[in-house]
């Protein structure tokens, strides 16, 4: 005869051995008198070990492992308002002692290109729409400003992004393209490509840029930079697919 | 001192990082119910870790911050974005769990094991695997999950409940704790 009651909970606590969440010394007791209860902690007794054998089956086998950036983001990049300070910084002092300020790491293209995604929204792409044939004959347009042919069904191979238009911009009197697009989730991603002073090839490496994952890989003559978003998983796999495909 | 924190908060994080990678993607695949939404969120899981580094008190428990952080980002950001992208979370298949290239080991009992778990819902899932396949005590599963301890004992005992009546016929599985 059981006269007192046990929850579900304090059952599973007393096959789990928590101690401090079960009355073990009263659950203990009642089970040597009480076939009701033992049948109820029998309803609840499974094989934590078959459990646990079973996923230690569930593995990333040969899945690449985590891509992570090797610095800080607060450390990655010198921003253009950084450079706008540090120059400010350097113009007092030099003036000041006559000493100049050098070794101050100046800001590359991709850094440009990073202040600049940083102002799009969704709603500077979301309304573009064009037929394959239009985005097709504006991209050999804009792809020829760097001497690149690019196909527009390369750029529309993965489902979550959707490729939208593409621009000449310049930085430094060079051109440089932008391929704009949009992910599902409505957040705007560019692959920014210009034409490398050398033939260094490297494979995408991971980055924040102004709050935003990024990628960064040259080859091919072709120095690229893909940003934009947060969702770093889908930059590295947009990254790893264009590293090839273009 | 603050940027001297930071870097030792990062250099702890990304050299832990790999260590613990599959066991976090392990966890992803119970969060999402599918290998390759694993793969988005243990990847960007990472990241948050990195970009949060400086919370990390190194010589911590490593594994148990990046999993509360890593349900932290599934629940409030990536789960509502695999819902509206037609991913679908209430269903896990098997066809997605069942490793391509299983090993020996991957019996016919093994197998049914995992689905049968897998098939709970997300909450008793996902609290089965951090303590009877990570091991964490009560008390660190509700603190990873950011759930009462009373929560991760009804959790439990519902699961075990519906686990120990798939496989009452079984031996293998009922036969014990």
New interface residues.
């Given amino acids: 005869m059981q006269d007192r009651y046990f929850s579900d909970e304090d059952l599973v606590a007393f096959l789990d051995g928590e101690a401090d969440f079960a009355p073990f010394e009263a659950i203990s007791a009642a089970l040597a008198t009480d076939q009701t209860l033992v049948r109820r902690l029998e309803a609840l007794r499974v094989n934590k070990d078959a459990i646990a054998a079973s996923f230690a089956t569930l593995t990333p086998g040969d899945r690449a492992g985590p891509v992570l950036p090797d610095r800080l983001a607060s450390e990655r990049q010198f921003r253009a308002r950084d450079l706008v300070l540090a120059a400010g910084l350097a113009l007092v002092v030099g003036l000041g002692s006559g000493i100049m300020v050098s070794g101050l790491e100046r800001p590359g293209w991709r850094e440009y290109v990073a202040a600049y995604q940083a102002l799009y929204s969704n709603v500077t792409l979301a309304h573009i729409e064009q037929t394959d044939a239009a985005k097709q004959a504006e991209l050999t347009r804009v792809a020829a400003a760097v001497g690149k042919t690019v196909a527009v069904d390369t750029l529309q191979t993965m489902p979550e992004v959707e490729y939208k238009r593409a621009q000449i911009l310049s930085f430094k009197g060079q051109a440089l393209i932008q391929l704009a697009f949009l992910t599902s989730t409505g957040e705007p991603v560019a692959l920014c490509v210009l034409r490398a002073s050398g033939e260094e090839t490297a494979a995408p490496r991971l980055r924040m840029m102004e709050g935003m994952s990024a990628a960064a890989w040259s080859g091919g003559g072709y120095e690229y930079l893909l940003i934009g978003g947060t969702d770093s998983a889908l930059v590295s796999r947009m990254a790893s697919e264009f590293a090839v495909t273009l | 001192m603050r940027?001297w924190a930071?870097?030792r908060g990062?250099e702890a994080v990304?050299s832990g990082?790999?260590k613990i990678?599959?066991r976090l993607?392990?966890y992803s695949?119970v969060l999402t119910g599918s290998r390759q939404r694993a793969?988005?969120?243990?990847?960007?899981a990472?990241?948050r870790a990195?970009?949060r580094?400086d919370q990390f008190t190194p010589g911590t428990h490593l594994d148990r911050w990046v999993f509360r952080l890593t349900h932290r980002l599934w629940i409030t950001e990536l789960r509502k974005?695999a819902v509206?992208?037609g991913g679908g979370l209430s269903t896990v298949e098997e066809a997605d769990?069942v490793?391509?290239?299983?090993?020996p080991?991957?019996t016919l009992?093994?197998?049914e094991?995992?689905a049968a778990?897998m098939k709970l819902p997300e909450a008793q899932r996902v609290t089965?695997?951090l303590?009877?396949?990570e091991g964490y005590?009560?008390r660190d599963a509700a603190a990873i999950l950011d759930v009462p301890?009373?929560t991760v004992?009804?959790r439990?005992?519902?699961a075990?409940?519906k686990?120990?009546?798939t496989?009452r016929d079984d031996g293998?599985?009922?036969?014990?704790?």
């Fill in positions: 940027i930071e870097r990062f990304r990082l790999p990678f599959p993607w392990r695949v793969d988005d969120l243990a990847q960007s990472c990241m990195l970009e580094a974005n509206r992208t769990l490793d391509p290239a299983p090993g080991e991957a009992l093994v197998r094991v995992l778990v089965v695997l303590v009877y396949v005590k009560y301890l009373g004992m009804s439990l005992a519902t075990r409940a686990l120990a009546a496989f293998d599985i009922c036969d014990a704790r």
